[in-house]
């Protein structure tokens, strides 16, 4: 059995509607949920991009299910903050949060004016941040001088587990190197085969953690309307790295994605109209060895599919319940950090 979460796209929903979609999310029958971080949307025509952490905090109060949020310490957000942050919504509930930590985009960090390091730096930022996020929950107090620099910082709230620190990766390479540190490994939909190699490369390199796939779908009542939601809303998110990476404005991509035609939406969107091939796509996924799936209708109004889904897609795909969250993790690993 699977956990089947709905994925919270802050960059496209006003965080008020958003909130009702998460509800109404857990009325249906999903499971789970998880938000996107940005400071930007990809696009001008998405036009939303609120604050992850307010709003988490009152996703996590009016309803039960458990939270995921993809971050990117080390540029726009200190390290000790998020830890801070994660700490605070981890003791308030308790075993319902966790955090996907990745190298960060630059239409979300160009904001410090602190220019956009190369792939490598970014990583070994990354690590770094990691460790001392990692300190920081164990109760240690953390002074560090690298790619960041921390000075005495302690956390005076602490959650009786501490949330689960999971690795984002999409390709093979990156998969076996967050598998070194990660609780767990969050990806997106790929290719079958694809797919397979990079969860491969997770568990080859030692990787024990869950599994959580996020997955782009787009559903509406006719298979043309479906394509035009996933052409208008998410064209601007179909460029593989570094371009994904590099861009800095929704502007930019939107220059980008002139010349995407629709029919391209179907290499990274689930796109049809028959709730029966969404189901059976999902279920082609989740054999692949994914223990979490996070569905995100790429279009803005997500009633209609959020109904739809959970009277005809989820029931063929009997979600479970996700684990508390110790349940997860591994012994914690601060070496790098100065104490």
């Known amino acids: 059995m699977t956990v089947v979460g709905f994925h919270s796209s802050h960059e496209q929903v006003h965080p008020s509607e958003l909130l009702r979609a998460v509800q109404h999310a857990e009325e249906v029958g999903f499971t789970a949920?998880?938000?996107?971080?940005?400071?930007?949307?990809?696009?001008?025509?998405?036009?939303?991009?609120?604050?992850?952490?307010?709003?988490?905090?009152?996703?996590l109060q009016s309803t039960s299910l458990p939270f995921g949020v993809v971050n990117a310490p080390g540029q726009r957000y200190h390290?000790?903050?998020?830890?801070?942050?994660?700490?605070?919504?981890?003791?308030?509930?308790?075993?319902r949060f966790w955090v996907a930590l990745g190298s960060g985009e630059n239409a979300n960090e160009h904001i410090?004016?602190?220019?956009?390091p190369r792939k490598d730096i970014r990583n070994a930022r990354l690590r770094e941040c990691v460790d001392v996020i990692r300190a920081l929950?164990?109760?240690?107090?953390?002074?560090?001088?690298?790619?960041?620099?921390?000075?005495?910082?302690?956390l005076w709230t602490l959650p009786k587990t501490p949330p689960a620190l999971i690795g984002a990766?999409?390709?093979?390479?990156?998969?076996?190197?967050?598998?070194?540190?990660?609780?767990g490994l969050a990806t997106i939909a790929q290719p079958i085969d694809t797919l397979k190699r990079v969860i491969g490369a997770y568990r080859d390199a030692g990787?024990?953690?869950?599994?959580?796939?996020?997955?782009?779908?787009?559903?509406?009542?006719?298979e043309?309307?479906?394509?035009?939601?996933?052409?208008?809303?998410?064209?601007?998110?179909?460029?593989?790295?570094?371009?994904?990476?590099?861009?800095?404005?929704?502007?930019?991509?939107?220059e980008a994605a002139k010349h995407v035609?629709?029919?391209?939406?179907?290499?990274s969107v689930l796109v049809s109209s028959d709730p029966a091939k969404h189901a059976q796509w999902l279920s082609e996924l989740i054999e692949v060895g994914v223990d979490e799936v996070y569905l995100h209708h790429v279009g803005r109004e997500q009633s209609a599919f959020l109904d739809v889904f959970g009277e005809q897609v989820l029931p063929s795909l009997s979600p479970s319940k996700k684990a508390d969250a110790a349940s997860a993790l591994r012994a914690p690993a601060t070496e790098g950090v100065s104490q």
């Open 33 to 59: 949920a998880m938000c996107s971080d940005h400071f930007a949307p990809w696009s001008e025509r998405q036009g939303e991009s609120a604050f992850a952490w307010s709003w988490l905090g009152a996703a």
């Open 261 to 267: 035609p629709p029919e391209a939406m179907r290499d």
């Open 79 to 95: 390290p000790a903050i998020i830890a801070q942050a994660a700490a605070t919504l981890s003791a308030m509930y308790e075993g």
């Open 224 to 254: 043309d309307e479906a394509l035009a939601i996933a052409h208008d809303q998410w064209r601007t998110n179909v460029f593989a790295p570094p371009i994904c990476w590099d861009l800095d404005t929704p502007e930019a991509f939107d």
């Open 137 to 154: 929950l164990a109760g240690e107090e953390v002074s560090h001088d690298g790619l960041v620099t921390v000075d005495r910082a302690k």
């Open 169 to 183: 990766a999409v390709s093979e390479a990156t998969a076996g190197w967050v598998a070194g540190w990660a609780d």
């Open 112 to 116: 410090t004016g602190g220019g956009w």
């Open 207 to 222: 990787g024990l953690g869950s599994v959580a796939l996020q997955v782009h779908v787009s559903y509406a009542a006719t």
